[in-house]
């Protein structure tokens, strides 16, 4: 990657879409809109890496965050504890939407607020999360399907279409439980239809989705119906940027995605508490075929992986990151680790639709990995 020099304000300039530099502006951007960083120094960064690029391994928001460490360190403020690692992963969670992808926390949560040995459970609006202990026995393995996923550049505006459609999807529910409860219902985010004041169970929950959206694809003068808005504001309230679809907006899968997700990962956090690596493994390939077939975020190479993950003795297999490409996260049985490296390159990389990615050894394209605590000083 070649250097890219910039000047540390509250405005700053994008590079070109794609370049790996506005991932640094904008930790640099973000810090300065909403920490007061008046009187900070400039600063020389060089970045090593070995998390392969565009791989939904999160390298993009390593680049914000490591960024974003350095800079509160020249300036004599580094990290003092939780509080101040929450509000950091919120601050870099915006303020990496300057690069325009209309991304949400996630990432930047789990690289800041990590614990050595154990997975997060992240609930937002507050952001909040939970540590859970992966089980000794357990490990978590990566694929690397070889496919570029670029959600900073060719894949973006595939990517933001997401976020757009989760709108819809809350307007909708918004306004069907407004006409079954009364007009004070409102939901702000989509996990307020559960933890706001109806105070719905999970079946509740999903009846309410079923009830506001009963058709498979909606036409965007369907749903200014239903919401009883003019096609304008629909337009421009949740769709600008996002690419047009001629056969309609696929709603119907996109809300089953949402309330059968939030369930998964609820009944996840319990498996992992109970030790119980096959009902955490199935909830892992459920989402993926959800993730497959709902939301249409995966790509052939990333199910043929899943699929040979499964057949070589995972318990449980789904792509991870945004999707469009990059990798699969496993779990797996610690003692069947090394057999499940090998069995998967001789079945899908050597000899299998794999081979076509180029990887050269098993170490190339499939890893272990451990977690670890959050991002800090050295």
């Keep these: 990657y070649s250097s890219s020099v910039f000047d540390a304000s509250e405005s700053i300039e994008p590079a070109a879409p794609g370049d790996w530099s506005n991932y640094a502006r904008a930790a640099i951007q973000a810090l300065n809109n909403d920490m007061d960083m008046s009187g900070a120094p400039g600063m020389d960064v060089l970045i090593t890496s070995d998390l392969p690029a565009a791989s939904g391994l999160s390298s993009s928001t390593a680049v914000v965050i490591a960024t ?21 992963a919120h601050t870099l969670a915006i ?9 949400g926390g996630m990432d930047q949560a789990a690289i800041l607020l990590g614990k050595e ?17 992966i089980p000794d026995d357990f490990s978590i393995v990566v694929c690397n399907s070889g496919v570029i996923a670029n959600k900073g550049g060719s894949a973006q505006s595939a990517y933001n279409r997401g976020p757009a459609l989760c709108g819809l ?22 996990g307020e239809i559960w933890s706001g004041p109806l105070c719905l ?12 959206i009963t058709q498979e694809r909606y036409s965007i003068s369907e749903v200014a119906a239903a919401l009883a808005l003019d096609e304008k504001s629909v337009h421009e309230q949740w769709l600008a940027g996002t690419p047009n679809v001629e056969d309609g907006l696929p709603l119907q899968a996109w809300s089953r995605h949402q309330y059968q997700e939030f369930r998964r990962v609820e009944r996840a956090r319990d498996a992992l508490l ?33 699929d040979a993950a499964m057949k070589c003795g995972a318990l449980g297999a789904r792509l991870t990151g945004a999707g469009f490409g990059g990798c699969t996260v496993n779990l797996v049985q610690k003692d069947h680790t090394q057999t499940f490296r090998e069995a998967v390159w001789n079945h899908h990389f050597a000899n299998g639709p794999g081979k076509a990615a180029g990887f050269e050894s098993p170490e190339d394209a499939i890893f272990e990995v451990i977690a670890s605590n959050g991002a800090t000083y050295l």
């Design 68 to 88: 974003a460490l350095a800079y509160l360190s020249c300036s004599d403020r580094p990290l003092i504890d939780d509080a101040d690692r929450t509000t950091l």
């Design 117 to 133: 040995n154990h997975a997060l459970k992240i609930d937002f609006d507050p952001l909040h999360y939970e540590p859970i202990a």
């Design 201 to 212: 169970t999970h079946n509740e929950a999903a009846e309410l989705f079923e009830g506001a």
């Design 169 to 190: 999807v809350r307007a909708l529910v918004e306004h069907h439980a407004q006409q079954e409860f009364g007009d004070e219902i409102e939901f702000a985010t989509l």
């Design 95 to 103: 303020g990496e939407r300057f690069i325009g992808t209309q991304s």
């Design 274 to 306: 109970c030790a119980d690596g096959p009902a955490a493994g199935q909830l892992m390939t459920e989402s993926h075929k959800s993730c497959a077939l709902d939301l249409g975020v995966s790509t052939p190479e990333l199910d043929a992986l899943v």
